[in-house]
């Protein structure tokens, strides 16, 4: 009996403590999860801050482009000024695409600036034929001035208030912005002009579709274990929706080691559109040669796993505690630059991080390839004499946003600067020229 007793008296003690113990467990549990979770959100924060910020220089470039048009008297100078413009859309729409689908109106906007490039190639080559710009033309440059006004001011109003957005998916599918607004910024930039004219982006032209999805859809629930399973293992729970061009289920949550994780399933076919997990570390500046090998191979390895197969890695760069490596899909030697996927590596563990296969899911597709109609000698003799050629290879690129152009991806130095030509592969047309830039980021091109 006094055993009895005894036990009963530890017993009373002894619950409550483990209860309390218990508690205190689930209590830090819940801490470091959320901690992970406020990590993860700071992260994807400032990757988006920086995107906005170079879409906001974007647009703010563009609009000062437009405005020396309505003054320009040569042609010459009324040309690099339209290219000018054509440029800095594609950067802007590359820009756009990597910000949430539903956030500063993309859909509109993404037209626009569409559009607006596509219309100024348009008629840069009627002038480089000896066509002269009409009344309608200059109507037209101005209004696409007043629309960049519009947008420009819009954007630098979310700079001022700090109006970035989140991952946070509101119940009718839209990003919230920092301050929660959701699309309450909807109506405030979707009135752009009509484009008139003779181009793949006139308004008569239907919205291109993703070439790298089957039709079929899958359901909430496939979605869910393929997201899953490409994690090798996660604890998950839908947060929403995302409409556009490609249509996403978005969970997120831990994965197997218990780091915050968020990923989006595209609805046809079940595909991975977006993951990125919570990075440990912070290095800043550029990897050595040993490391930036290490990480390129880890990211290589993380494709070849997840059936991307004959993928070329085109550059890299550092931020932020990882190594952001953009490799393209090959067919046949060729480099497909519009089947694009950005694989981000952690510096610290050298793990794979981060997939954006956006690019690659929209484009991706076995191309019926045209032979060339030049030899590579050609390619290198069509490049001024100016540049030391140092390698040529073939490469298909993106000439809009739904048409492609076979060229000899030409690359060189002049003096301490590297440059990198495109020259038509049919016709011997120099298509596009940019510089290499080296910075504490990695390469970027200009």
Known sequence: MKNEGLMRKITAIAVPVLLLAALIAVSIW?????ARADALETQVQSIYRHTFFDLSDNINDMQVALKKLSIAASGAQYVQLLQDVRRLSGEAVANIGNLPASHVDTVDLNRFVIQ??????????KILNGAIPTEEDRQQIAALYEASVQVATELEKRLT??????????????YETANGDGDADQENISNYPTLIYDGPFSDSTEKAEPQGLPRETVDEQTALQRAVDYLGGAYLEKTGETLGNIETYDFSGTDAEGRSVEISIAKRGGAVLHMMTEVQGAEEGVADETDAERFEQAAREFLDAHGYDGM???????????????FAATQDGVILYPDLVKVAVERQSGRVVGVDARNYLFSHRKRELPEPAIS???ARNAVSDTLHVETVRLALIPKTAVTELLCYECTGSYGDASFVVYINAQTGVEEQLFEIINSEEGEFTV
């Open 30 to 34: 819940g801490t470091r999860q959320s």
């Open 376 to 378: 590579e000698e050609d």
């Open 161 to 174: 208030e700090e109006n970035f957005p989140t991952q946070t998916v509101t119940a009718d599918g839209y």
């Open 116 to 125: 607006t490039g596509d219309y100024a190639n348009s008629l840069s080559v």
């Open 312 to 326: 070329t890695s085109s550059y890299a760069q550092y931020y932020a505690g990882i190594a952001l490596f953009n």
